[in-house]
């Protein structure tokens, strides 16, 4: 007999609605300030990363060296009571050495062998993959199943990771010398793709000053596991309505070639859409960002701020959007303004 599965249920009265909202908008905020301590600017990528963490998605974090994206990562996971690891990727890393290998022991009375899993860097809660794209697809594509399935097989066994748990990846751009493109599968399975772009003069001034003085800012601990499974739980119970839901659906249907809900441009440029995945994330991320504005329902407003960086790397490109200089970012822009928020009949 099928299962049947319901919505999880509201909270009972609208005082509790607003405690939990506002709750949670706190516990948001300071955590945001703590970061803040170490990372100057860059206020968008730091809430999308926050926001990632709640809702319980993957990041892919990417810009050219030195911006701060290990920063970034470092910065949270101090400020999370989690254990935390860094994989430096590599072109001659290999996938024993991201998700771990089978060694022989020996028992020093018997005498007598057997195989124990030496359990890789992958088995953190928080793994900074750092410049992702240096290695080769054969050992990106180890991590596909941590990201997903939150396990990890090796030698016939499966083993779960600990929860919560979050990849936050880092890349070079693409053109960057010794980096090679990551799999289609791969990029799916991150919730944001958030592009890091330069400091402007006077956070470049405060980044002089910190790092260059004698005084080091400290980051304080502020989450904890079972704190942060709440949060991504209260995010899970925030309700949606059905015209949203649906606006949601159609952003991401417009980006499929030949579809029912795909404008023109569509068509003329994109390669491959976005998969399901990229409607949840609108979703996810949607209720996270209604919470942090201390609601428990997500809007089409709330979708439309975070559809950029949820679909700009499931949408990919033909040569002919190369050749007229569209980017991603543009193309999910143009589909937002041709996508009209009002339902329409199914």
């Known amino acids: 007999m099928a299962s049947i599965t319901t919505e999880p249920a509201a909270p009972s009265t609208s005082a509790e609605v607003r405690a939990r909202a506002e709750a949670f908008r706190t516990t948001f905020n300071q955590l945001r300030s703590e970061v803040g301590k170490v990372v100057v600017g860059h206020k968008e990528p730091v809430e999308l990363v926050l926001t990632s963490l709640f809702a319980g998605g993957n990041v892919l974090l990417e810009g050219v060296p030195g911006l701060g994206k290990t920063l970034l990562v470092r910065s949270l996971a101090q400020a999370l009571t989690l254990p935390f690891s860094r994989i430096q990727f590599t072109p001659d890393l290999m996938p024993a050495d991201v998700i771990g290998t089978n060694i022989v022991t020996e028992d020093p009375q018997t005498g007598r062998r057997q195989f124990v899993f030496q359990r890789g860097p992958i088995f953190a809660q928080i793994v900074l993959a750092d410049e992702i794209n240096r290695a080769t697809p054969k050992t990106q594509s180890a991590m596909l199943e941590a990201m997903q399935e939150r396990s990890v097989t090796s030698g016939g ?70 704190r942060i499974l709440e949060m991504q739980q209260l995010v899970r119970e925030v309700i949606v309505a059905d015209h949203v839901k649906q606006y949601a659906a159609r952003l991401a249907l417009a980006t499929h070639p030949g579809g029912r809900f795909a404008p023109a441009l569509a068509a003329k440029y994109i390669r491959c859409g976005a998969s399901p995945r990229g409607a949840q994330a609108l979703l996810l991320a949607g209720k996270v960002k209604a919470l ?40 999910v822009q143009q589909i937002m303004d041709q996508t009209p928020t009002e339902p329409v009949s199914l």
């Open 157 to 226: 066994t499966t083993y779960k990771l600990d929860q919560p748990f979050l990849v936050l990846a880092t890349q070079n751009p693409i053109e960057q010398e010794g980096t090679y493109p990551l799999p289609e599968a791969q990029l799916d399975r991150f919730l944001f793709k958030i592009v890091i772009g330069y400091s402007q003069l006077d956070e470049l001034m405060i980044i002089l000053d910190r790092t260059t003085g004698a005084i080091t800012p400290e980051v304080g601990k502020v989450l904890d596991g079972p």
């Open 292 to 331: 942090c504005e201390g609601r428990f329902h997500v809007s089409t407003a709330d979708i439309k701020l975070v559809a950029i960086p949820c679909l700009r790397h499931r949408v990919l490109l033909n040569f002919e959007a190369e050749a007229d200089g569209m980017s991603g970012d543009m193309l």
